[in-house]
């Protein structure tokens, strides 16, 4: 699977957009790239996923690079119950479902 | 959205003694299911996958006779820790495919905290 580096960990006011980058520059043309996130003792939650295109739901939006190397995670609004680890974790088709999670980044959310 | 209902939260249990997480998907059918272990301050440890009606594929270093999984309907997999001791207090997250296609997101459980004393 490609390898994800992100920055272990993120400050951002609460009512501001939260950037989150992750870099993926050994990403091969047929892995996704999928966001999700832990708030503590829980679950890991699901955000968002892509493949080339950019992506917006509910929670987020997700910017993709022409050259797909890269994505940056994009809270548009961080509230205080956005604190969390964030994954970012690319899987290619070929393993089915399985993800293999990294460190993530720890987003605190600031009042 | 899919929900994954894993039960029990929390349990504290007497190192030497065997205890059984559960891990239900509520709305839709998995015919897969994934276990995660993470210890604190730790990512998350895939340990094994979850064939219903077949046997669990085990990671690396996973002890199959240790961690039992059963995976017998189509929305119910089983995780036993035999003779469980200390060093497996952890917490345990199970998941589940939520859609049909092979890139369909994952969706995961709240998780079961296990304390062995």
Known sequence: DAKTTQPPSMDCAEGRAANLPCNHSTISGNEYVYWYRQIHSQGPQYIIHGLKNNETNEMASLIITEDRKSSTLILPHATLRDTAVYYCIVKPETSGSRLTFGEGTQLTVNP | ?117
């Open chain 2, 1 to 117: 959205g899919a929900v994954v209902s894993q039960h029990p939260s929390r349990v504290i249990c007497k190192s030497g003694t065997s205890v059984k997480i559960e891990c239900r998907s509520l709305d839709f059918q998995a015919t897969t299911m994934f276990w995660y272990r993470q210890f604190p301050k730790q990512s998350l440890m895939l340990m094994a996958t979850s064939n219903e009606g077949s046997k669990a594929t085990y990671e690396q270093g996973v002890e199959k006779d240790k961690f039992l999984i059963n995976h017998a309907s189509l929305t119910l997999s089983t995780l036993t820790v035999t003779s469980a001791h200390p060093e497996d207090s952890s917490f345990y997250i199970c998941s589940a495919r939520g859609g049909q296609t092979r890139n369909s997101p994952l969706h995961f459980g709240n998780g079961t905290r296990l304390t062995v004393t």
